[in-house]
């Protein structure tokens, strides 16, 4: 049973570039969610997509987007970088939408800005 | 708005000893409550959560946490520490209505031998 994947491992950019992301949601599951975790602290929500929609989003500019597929699978894409946008992405999935169920996270994309 | 609190950056412990990561919350309504822990280079697994019921929930690992409402807690405990327990811990939150989990800045764990 395949877990959450995600694609690329690692990925450097320069400021001002734009970036795509990648996950592929558990077997079974139907709903995505894309965190951000700077060194040092915990997964911040970017947002959560259902039925190909963004159902819920997180103190994030506009710069940041997302895209869920037919088959559950979604991109996450960011524009203009900044430094500031040097972490981890994770890739979490679940379910369903539900708030009490129980994400499932991928082992992440480590983009640096330079 | 919904909020963790992880109060300690670090927790060391020796093998065999009992553990506990502490965590509190504020959010309003029914709390969601997960535990998640993450090891060097990878992805956060899940071990357990609270989302009604009983007040002492037991996941993976021999990992339990106890809710307590009138404290606003959720802290994570082990009878007995494994040096393959060391990792960094997270608290997460998620209420009613919101899809988003918020999580705590986590807490290292050291077992040490």
């Known amino acids: 049973d395949a877990g959450v994947t995600q694609s690329p491992t690692h990925l450097i950019k320069t400021r001002g570039q734009q970036v795509t992301l990648r996950c592929s949601p558990k077997?079974?599951?139907?709903?995505v969610s894309w965190y951000q975790q700077a060194l040092g602290q915990g997964p911040q929500f970017i947002f959560q997509y259902y039925e190909e929609e963004e159902r819920q989003r997180g103190n994030f500019p506009d710069r940041f987007s997302g895209h869920q597929f037919p088959n559950y699978s979604s991109e996450l894409n960011v524009n203009a970088l900044l430094l500031g946008d040097s972490a981890l992405y994770l890739c979490a999935s679940s379910s369903g939408p539900r708030s009490t169920y129980e994400q499932y996270f991928g082992p992440g994309t480590r983009l640096t800005v330079t | 708005a919904q909020s963790v609190a992880q109060p300690e950056d670090q927790v060391n412990v020796a093998e065999g000893n009992p553990l506990t990561v502490k965590c509190t919350y504020s959010v309003s309504g029914n709390p969601y409550l997960f535990w998640y822990v993450q090891y060097p280079n990878r992805g956060l697994q899940f071990l357990l959560k609270?989302?009604?019921?009983?007040?002492l929930v037991k996941g993976s690992y021999g990992f339990e946490a106890e809710f307590n409402k009138s404290q606003t807690s959720f802290h994570l405990k082990k009878p007995s520490a494994l040096v393959s327990d060391s990792a960094l811990y997270f608290c997460a939150l998620s209420g009613a209505g919101s899809y988003q989990l918020t999580f705590g800045k986590g807490t290292k764990l050291s077992v040490i031998p």
């Open positions: 077997s079974g599951h139907d709903t």
């Open positions: 609270y989302i009604t019921g009983d007040n």
